[in-house]
């Protein structure tokens, strides 16, 4: 069965960090993109970071440069993203995407995050 789990999401005070991790199951992982998007109510989902199959190659939305890192573990089938000096505009859920070409897309349930001012 298909399923990206995500965890690590939660509580935290502004200035804070948190680090988020996204499991594949059932299928491959190490040859597809991996990104971290993420969706306030009533909002668009928006990209976050993205990563290559092998981990080579990362991309940064503006608001995250210099704040959040994304990674991947390919012989755990584990994307990370790594957040430190979170703001309370950082509040909203996360997802994780997988995604290879001519393949079908696969979307994680989606993890919290708050961030107190």
């Known amino acids: 069965q298909v399923q990206l789990v995500e965890s690590g999401g939660g509580l935290v005070q502004s200035g804070g960090s948190l680090k988020l991790s996204c499991v594949a199951y059932?299928?491959?992982?190490?040859?597809?993109?991996m990104s971290w998007y993420r969706q306030a109510p009533g909002e668009e989902r928006v990209l976050v970071a993205s990563?290559?199959?092998?981990?080579?190659?990362?991309n940064y939305a503006d608001s995250v440069k210099g704040r959040f890192t994304i990674s991947r573990d390919n012989a755990k089938n584990t994307v990370y993203l790594q957040m430190n000096s979170l703001e309370p505009e950082d509040t909203v859920v996360y997802y994780c995407?997988?995604?290879?070409?001519?393949?079908?897309?696969?979307w994680g349930q989606g993890t919290q995050v708050t961030v107190s001012a």
């Open positions: 995407k997988s995604v290879r070409s001519g393949r079908a897309v696969y």
């Open positions: 059932g299928f491959i992982f190490s040859d597809r993109v």
């Open positions: 990563i290559t199959p092998s981990g080579a190659t990362t």
